[in-house]
């Protein structure tokens, strides 16, 4: 999932990457790795992104 990302840091069980989609665009994703939790988005800026990581809650308990 994280193939073309670049700068990929890890914020507790959230990987947030960097990459540019079929456009040509840069993207920041941000993505859980937790088993069961499907948390996956895409943001505008990296500081979006790593907001989004710190601040997820993984919805399985
Ligand atoms: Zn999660």
Redesign the pocket.
Known sequence: MLRRFRNVIRIG??RVGTANDQRGRVKHTAV???PR???SADYDTRAAAELAART?????R
Not at 56 to 60: K, S
């Open positions: 069980p959230v859980c790795t937790a939790c499907d948390f997820h809650r993984c919805p399985v």
